[in-house]
């Protein structure tokens, strides 16, 4: 993981520090709630076992009543169904503890003197105050943490010991231990109360510590936003290139204005070369090879620079004029670095001139070329040296391109003109500059009307491919397209001469959707365009405006690909699948190309961010259909985590082992995660003004990770630090158990869910519990439940009795295994316990 692989390198120096300036930590919150409990006398009431804990339990009543949600109905009947598959009907009282680990039944509580406290026993009243978790040895308290008060409700253990026999006083029972295997799984909690347990788990401590993320500067804020000295580089480009169809080989020139808005002076810069990774010399092939989805395909090809330099540079104040000039540069793998003549001072403008050439090749990795219905279908993409970022977090970002990490480029504006054979028709990033020169009257008479309708209109139609009359009127072999574009990062093109053309309004008309497809596409390309207008006016109503004039989507050899204003979709068989490509390449307009995150070394906060956005648009096409696998999906994200082989999110997508871990790390798992954090963790209300808020405050900005965590934790007004650190950061698991019920009645009945949290991963408990008269019951834990120890009671008030316990009845979240979820276990006794009252 980079950012933490760095984190030991100092901030730079105009990374200046403002003291004080740190986001509380869990201690200040757990302090806080310490003093609101001396402060007020209900607070120390709570902290009796069984005066109800109705401040940290949330009772929806019956299910039905619950939220909302559908299915209750179907919850209680499975409650009831397994109730009985379980062997029970009715709880009745018995003297023991059943464990769901292993159906062992947990030795009976007895008093410190041995004798038995429960049916046959002396017992107190079940209002005693909570006993201290575990009584143990005088001197083996190494290591312990033992805060009674803050385990107040149900944690039957906080602090550690390793000697048997000793006394265990659990929600009021006193439990003498003599074996050694329930001395482990009692003491599971216990050990994990350290900030990592024997066995190397993450103890409480450390799940709930606060992120340790990179100190807020001026430059980026302690709250997530831009600091006031956030800066930015600025490149602007004038490109004119030319499209050689003998030999399919595209030549250009370019100019790129580079403003240092730095506090850097710069003696050299960096730009990108990707076309260099198609050829066996590569390190991307050395790493991944031809085959792969990213790979070279057996290209080799590479750019060929024609010319690197500066124009002539005018007098100015305190600085001499200069001729134009050869500037010296070295080209490592796809990154080219150019010294320039004078240093570029903070402020300072550097103009560039280069010239270049590249074949295509045999490459389709994010463009390539499809030989289709009789014609070729060109698809343009990282095809001009582009400047690479050099920003506040890491100077000059460097990573090599490697086929499967994506890119990082600075904002600016183009200026671009292709020229293309007369025949053919043009996609491109921007806004086309001279329609009166490349299009007949017809084509833009139809693309105005295009832009006020809400059907599809046809401006260059099947049966008027290979016409003369669909094209302008020229004597000249080529036609030269102008296209222009501001606040984008980069600039992406398709050409083919028989490309079927249609167009529709989007939002009111202030964007124009546009599909480009061969004729053989057309059965199901027809729809395109409208699948572009639904999904990007969803986006636009759900999270920010769309911002471009434009919406291009060109059918051709690439699987899917986004672009500013123009993505590549290759599907033309499958509704479901084509909408779903439509939907996620323009997703992308907001990630990463409004917020313009280091994909290279971040994919999660480009994929993933879209995905997660993809997993509410399409069933809004589809409701029927079954989201696509990588949208969010639970199971998917399970079957990687229960592989063995699964890879943390903080990793750079060229460090992926698998097409399916780079699937699973890059785009389905953080979606899962966000959708877990809108719909369960908070809630759609609280997240999604927040989630806008991050866009608006990154929009043609540069965010790092902290700068999202930082703003979801300052919208939502929660310490995220246990669930960055744990979904983000490892490969941890979730795995919450019910252990056992017992009952207890003489001060009033009380049901007792025993609960562990049996993997390392932390996440609220959702608990739908069946009554004994029928009822149902929901229950809903927070996740600080955790922050004490891995067990945790429930106290379920009377007169009704908890006869039935499944977590999370519903599959909201991914927990690996469920066959612990439920209370009584399959074949298992479901009589609970009844809890003897403390000595
Ligand atoms: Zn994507």
């Known amino acids: 993981m980079r950012s933490r692989d760095r984190a030991a390198i100092p901030a730079p120096a105009h990374a200046r520090l403002r003291p004080g300036v740190r986001l509380s930590g869990n201690r200040a919150g757990l302090a806080s709630r310490q003093a609101r409990r001396r402060a007020h006398p209900s607070a120390a009431a709570a902290r009796r076992p069984d005066h109800l804990p109705f401040q940290q339990v949330r009772h929806r009543g019956p299910l039905d009543g619950g939220r909302g949600r559908s299915g209750s109905s179907v919850v209680r009947a499975d409650l009831a169904a397994h109730l009985r598959q379980a062997g029970g009907e009715t709880p009745a009282r018995d003297v023991r503890l059943w464990s769901a680990v292993g159906n062992r039944p947990v030795p009976r509580p007895r008093s410190r003197s041995g004798r038995s406290s429960t049916a046959g026993g002396r017992r107190r009243g079940d209002s005693a105050r909570v006993a201290p978790a575990i009584r143990r040895p005088r001197g083996d308290r190494r290591g312990c943490v033992h805060e009674p008060g803050l385990g107040a409700i149900g944690h039957a253990g906080t602090s550690c010991c390793f000697r048997p026999p000793f006394d265990i006083l659990l929600e009021g029972a006193t439990v003498r231990v003599s074996s050694a295997s329930l001395l482990c799984w009692l003491l599971a909690g216990p050990l994990a109360a350290q900030d990592t347990s024997a066995s190397g788990r993450p103890g409480p401590e450390a799940r709930f510590r606060r992120l340790d993320l990179p100190a807020p500067t001026a430059l980026r804020s302690a709250n997530g936003a831009p600091g006031p000295a956030y800066w930015q580089q600025r490149a602007d480009y004038v490109i004119r290139a030319t499209l050689d169809t003998a030999i399919r080989s595209v030549r250009g020139e370019e100019r790129i204005t580079y403003s240092n808005n730095s506090p850097d002076t710069l003696r050299f810069v960096w730009l990108q070369l990707d076309q260099n990774l198609f050829n066996s010399d590569s390190r991307g092939f050395r790493v991944f090879g031809q085959d792969p989805r990213f790979g070279t395909k057996g290209a080799e090809v590479s750019v060929r620079l024609l010319k690197v330099g500066e124009p002539a540079v005018p007098r100015a104040r305190g600085r001499a004029a200069a001729p134009a000039a050869a500037l010296p540069y070295v080209v490592n793998g796809t990154l080219l670095r150019i010294d320039l003549a004078r240093p570029l001072p903070p402020g300072g403008r550097q103009i560039l001139e280069l010239e270049w050439s590249f074949p295509f090749g045999a490459n389709s990795n994010r463009m390539g070329l499809e030989d289709i219905d009789g014609a070729t279908i060109y698809e343009v993409a990282q095809w001009y040296p582009r400047m690479a970022v050099y920003d506040d977090v890491r100077g000059w970002n460097t990573e090599q391109y490697m086929g499967q990490g994506e ?158 204003m123009i993505v590549f979709c290759r599907n033309r068989t499958d509704p479901h699948a084509l909408y779903s490509v439509t939907d996620h390449e323009f997703g992308h307009t907001w990630f990463p190309m409004v917020v313009g995150n280091n994909e290279r070394l971040h994919g999660w906060m480009d994929e993933g961010f879209n995905s997660f956005m993809n997993h509410y648009s399409f069933p809004r096409k589809f409701p029927d259909a079954p989201l696509p696998s990588s949208r969010g999906v639970q199971e998917t994200y399970l079957k990687n985590a229960v592989s063995g082989d699964e890879q943390r999110i903080m990793s750079p997508a060229d460090r992926m082992r698998s097409n399916e871990n780079w699937r699973q790390a890059l785009y389905n798992k953080p979606a899962v995660g966000l959708v877990l954090l809108r719909d369960q963790i908070t809630s759609p209300e609280r997240f999604d003004p927040v989630f806008r808020e991050y866009i608006r405050r990154w929009s043609y900005k540069h965010p790092a990770p902290a700068d999202f965590f930082r703003t979801m934790e300052d919208g939502l007004g929660e310490d995220l630090s246990w669930f960055w650190r744990s979904w983000f950061y490892t490969t941890e698991r979730l795995d919450q158990a019910v252990d056992s019920v017992a009952i207890s009645d003489s001060a009033g009945v009380i049901s007792r869910v025993y609960l562990r949290n049996a993997g390392a991963m932390p996440m609220p408990v959702e608990l739908a519990l069946l009554m004994d008269d029928g009822t149902t019951q929901r229950l809903r834990l927070p996740v600080e439940i955790w922050g004490l120890g891995d067990r945790y009671t429930a106290l379920v008030p009377g007169p009704r009795k908890v006869s039935g316990v499944i977590i999370d009845a519903e599959g909201l979240y991914p927990d690996v295994e469920r066959a612990n979820n439920r209370w009584p276990a399959a074949g298992a006794p479901s009589k609970p316990a009844r809890a003897s009252g403390r000595r």
Do not use: C
């Open 407 to 564: 890119f990082y480029l600075e904002y600016g504006s183009f200026d671009v003109s292709l020229t293309v054979p007369a025949d053919m028709l043009v996609a491109a990033t921007g806004t086309l500059r001279n329609p009166d020169e490349v299009l007949t009257a017809a084509q833009r008479a139809r693309l105005a009307r295009a832009r006020t309708s809400a059907e599809t209109v046809v401006i260059r139609g099947k049966n008027e491919i290979g016409s003369s009359d669909s094209r302008p009127p020229t004597q000249d072999p080529s036609l030269t397209w102008r296209f222009t574009a501001d606040s984008v990062r980069d600039f992406a093109w398709a050409a083919a001469r028989h490309f079927i053309w249609d167009a529709v309004g989007v939002n009111g008309g202030k964007t124009l959707a546009m599909s480009f497809y061969p004729p053989s596409a057309e059965p199901q390309w027809k729809d395109a365009t409208q699948y572009a207008k639904t999904a990007i006016e969803y986006y636009s109503t759900q999270w920010s405006p769309y911002p471009y004039p434009y919406a291009s989507n060109v059918n051709g050899i690439e699987g899917g690909m986004e672009y500013p």
